[in-house]
């Protein structure tokens, strides 16, 4: 079982409502979006978007220094992780992504240990129980949301079929849903490659065909019966003798 850290939302909200909760009413909007895929992989994604002025008054040397930790933190985990930023015209967003294997892994990296994430069967069929205690963020909005092959039950909002979010919510977030597919893309380029090659050569052999067809079909000159000159095709008179075609 993974060692017991703080989670990086954990990490990041101590970081903000140490710094600026006393000055700033609403202190930016955090996004969690974990995708589960078959044998126990999953991939995470946290977002936080701070206003410019929330940015100025942290300071990007501090948020980036604690990115950083994040990032090391979740790689010590044995998960692999990465952060990037974008900037608009009045805010900034910094998403961490994190890849990992094993639901214990996930409940602590990005839950900090509080979330319930387990297996079981449901009539024959590998489904994922998810459970865990909101109490409020500190932060102007917070969203979960979890996607997987089919969401089965859950007191959250459906996005769709397989996508379920909470937002601002208070209390227990529950949700019941199955594995999803990852999608092989080096599987389809193959596939799209070898679908490509059977094109061109049907393309060949019709065009091999075709001209092969014209070719026997192609009128051949005739032997003019008085002085043996090929007549063309079509003519009516020998041009070497001037005699009429029989």
């Given at each position: 079982?993974?060692?017991?850290?703080?989670?990086?939302?954990?990490?990041?909200?101590?970081?903000?409502l140490?710094?600026?909760?006393?000055t700033v009413?609403?202190?930016?909007?955090?996004?969690?979006?974990?995708?589960?895929?078959?044998?126990?992989?999953?991939?995470?994604?946290?977002?936080?978007?701070?206003?410019?002025?929330t940015?100025?008054?942290?300071?990007?040397?501090?948020?980036?220094?604690?990115?950083?930790?994040?990032?090391a933190?979740?790689?010590?985990q044995?998960?692999?992780?990465?952060?990037?930023?974008?900037?608009?015209?009045?805010?900034?967003?910094?998403l961490?992504?994190?890849?990992?294997?094993?639901?214990?892994?996930?409940?602590?990296?990005?839950?900090?240990?509080?979330?319930e994430?387990?297996?079981?069967?449901?009539?024959?069929?590998?489904?994922?129980?998810?459970?865990e205690y909101?109490?409020g963020?500190?932060?102007?909005?917070?969203?979960?949301?979890?996607?997987?092959?089919e969401?089965?039950?859950?007191?959250?909002?459906?996005?769709?079929?397989?996508?379920?979010?909470?937002?601002?919510?208070?209390?227990t977030?529950?949700?019941?849903?199955?594995?999803?597919r990852?999608?092989?893309?080096?599987?389809?380029?193959?596939?799209?490659?070898?679908?490509?090659?059977?094109?061109?050569?049907?393309?060949?052999?019709?065009?091999?065909?075709?001209f092969?067809?014209a070719k026997?079909?192609?009128q051949?000159?005739?032997?003019?019966?008085?002085?043996?000159?090929?007549?063309?095709?079509?003519?009516k008179?020998?041009?070497?003798?001037?005699?009429?075609?029989?």
């Open positions: 079982m993974p060692k017991h850290r703080p989670s990086l939302a954990a990490q990041c909200g101590l970081l903000f140490t710094l600026v909760a006393l009413t609403g202190c930016g909007h955090v996004e969690v979006t974990t995708d589960f895929y078959r044998g126990e992989k999953w991939e995470a994604e946290i977002g936080y978007t701070v206003t410019l002025e940015l100025a008054m942290v300071g990007e040397q501090e948020i980036t220094a604690m990115l950083d930790e994040m990032v933190e979740a790689k010590a044995g998960a692999r992780a990465s952060w990037s930023k974008k900037t608009a015209r009045d805010s900034t967003t910094y961490v992504t994190i890849k990992g294997e094993g639901l214990d892994t996930l409940s602590y990296v990005v839950f900090d240990g509080d979330a994430i387990y297996y079981d069967e449901v009539d024959g069929k590998r489904v994922i129980y998810f459970s909101a109490s963020s500190g932060f102007e909005t917070m969203t979960l949301t979890l996607r997987g092959g969401i089965m039950y859950g007191n959250g909002t459906y996005v769709d079929n397989r996508t379920m979010s909470w937002t601002n919510h208070y209390g977030m529950e949700a019941v849903l199955t594995e999803r990852r999608v092989n893309v080096l599987l389809i380029v193959v596939i799209l490659l070898l679908l490509l090659g059977i094109g061109a050569i049907l393309v060949g052999v019709i065009a091999f065909v075709l092969k067809r026997a079909t192609r051949v000159p005739s032997v003019c019966a008085h002085c043996g000159f090929n007549i063309p095709p079509g003519a008179f020998c041009p070497g003798c001037g005699q009429p075609k029989d």
